[in-house]
């Protein structure tokens, strides 16, 4: 058997998502019109022989609990919520459950991180890993060397797969093969995680027996024992050491860290569709619907006006009303929004119950990767007739009664 676990952190990592973590997790923000880490336990549902899924954070068990348990019944696999009582790090907060992850004895555990968007090719990596042996298989893919330092930056054997050579963020470049966050692993993964944690009990006692009580809360304040981390603890040091082994992918991915990214990544969840899921996509057939272009999500609930023009890139929740003549290009439009006629959205998130008055305009240039590039709206923020907002962030509950240009609203 086998069991996947995604780590998805807690509130404080979330911070650069403001301000539409304020009232989701961001590992249930939606894109492409199901929340972020749908989109890995549908992967996982591909991989034979699975038996549960684990969900390993540290937000409050309660903001899980209705999306666990619908995932469960859908999707017919036990998904359950784990909770930390501090962070533990990536290795840590695996380690910390490892009673309750190895009760059925799985044979090998996915491990996946949350805040990223792939194919998770996941039965393709479990047979390569079974072909390599060892203790785990990565998975890498090939970035541009400007963007490769944001990242676990590595070198592999060309014909062997091995991993020879990890360092996390490098400052000067290694190489343009990167760590994505997705592994597995077998139950060996343990025993190195709880060498990290013995290692570092021991130095500390050494420091306690020689007395150099200064030191010691030093050395304890900056390793506490039972916080690892799978990258700079786990995997440097086991490179080279025929333990790891990557697989690298020739598909998309991409590292969700700001609301900007995920408007990209709801961009390549929706082609995924088309390959998948085809029945999600809004197909604009019939006189009494909307023109569609492109990749287009609609939940049931939302009510479109047939003369609105959306696409491509759209995500559009429930119980949105979309009025006559509504053009929307590149954006997240979330729940119980209204868009009053003639109104355009360009490269924006519109947050929960925000109301856009008739000829508004809610654009950005579209830049994913710069902090005012994409319009954000925060819930509940209300734009009047005819007023522009452009490269904005607006926190929630905003009145905009002028137009603005490049600023962030708080
Ligand atoms: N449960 C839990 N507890 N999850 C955690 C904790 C923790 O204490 N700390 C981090 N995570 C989760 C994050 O939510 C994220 O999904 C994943 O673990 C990795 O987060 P970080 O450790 O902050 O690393 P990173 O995202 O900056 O970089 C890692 O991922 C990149 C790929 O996205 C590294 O492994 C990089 O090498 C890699 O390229």
Redesign the pocket.
């Known amino acids: 058997e086998v069991v996947a676990v995604i780590?998805?952190?807690?509130p404080t990592?979330g911070t650069r998502f403001r301000p539409l973590s304020f009232n989701t997790p961001k590992p249930l923000f939606p894109l492409a019109g199901q929340p972020m880490v749908h989109h890995h336990i549908s992967a996982c549902r591909r991989i034979p022989n699975l038996a549960r899924i684990f969900l390993?954070?540290?937000y409050e068990e309660r903001e899980f609990t209705l999306y666990v348990s619908s995932i469960s019944n859908e999707l017919k696999v036990p998904v359950r919520y784990l909770k930390?009582d501090k962070?533990?790090?990536?290795a840590?907060?695996l380690y910390y459950f490892r009673d309750i992850i190895m009760e059925d004895s799985p044979s090998h555990i996915f491990l996946l991180?949350?805040?990223?968007c792939c194919s998770f090719p996941l039965p393709d990596m479990l047979q390569a890993h079974k072909k390599y042996g060892g203790m785990g298989t990565m998975l890498v893919i090939k970035v541009s060397a400007e963007s490769a330092n944001q990242?676990?930056e590595l070198v592999a054997d060309p014909t062997t797969k091995e991993l020879l050579h990890y360092i996390?963020k490098p400052e000067t470049f290694v190489s343009d093969l990167?760590?994505?966050?997705v592994y597995i692993f077998t139950p060996e993964i343990f025993t190195a995680i709880q060498g990290v944690s013995t290692n570092r009990e021991d130095r500390a006692n050494l420091l306690h027996l020689s007395s150099i009580d200064g030191l010691q809360s030093v050395t304890r304040a900056s390793f506490p024992t039972d916080f690892v981390?799978?990258?700079q603890d786990i995997l440097s040091p086991l490179a080279g050491k025929k333990q790891l082994y990557t697989y690298e992918t020739m598909d998309f991915w991409e590292?969700i860290k700001t609301p900007g990214m995920s408007l990209k990544c709801s961009a390549l969840y929706l082609a995924q569709y088309q390959l998948n899921s085809p029945q999600l996509l809004a197909s604009g057939d019939g006189t009494k619907s909307a023109s569609i272009i492109g990749d287009v999500y609609v939940h049931p609930s939302a009510k479109v006006h047939p003369t609105a023009k959306i696409g491509p890139n759209v995500s559009i929740s429930a119980n949105v009303r979309v009025g006559a003549g509504v053009r929307l290009i590149s954006c997240i439009i979330l729940d119980d929004v209204e868009i009053q006629e003639n109104a355009v959205v360009m490269h924006s998130i519109i947050g929960w119950k925000s109301s856009l008055g008739r000829w508004s305009r809610v654009q950005a240039d579209g830049d994913y990767n710069s902090k005012l590039g994409i319009t954000i709206l925060g819930e509940a923020v209300t734009v009047e007739d005819e007023v522009v907002v452009t490269n904005c962030i607006v926190l929630p509950n905003k009145i905009i009664n002028g137009s603005v240009q490049e600023e962030i609203i708080l």
């Open positions: 780590m998805v952190g807690g990592k390993i954070g540290f930390e962070p533990h790090g990536s840590g907060g991180n949350c805040d990223v990242f676990g996390e990167i760590n994505c966050g981390r799978l990258d590292q």
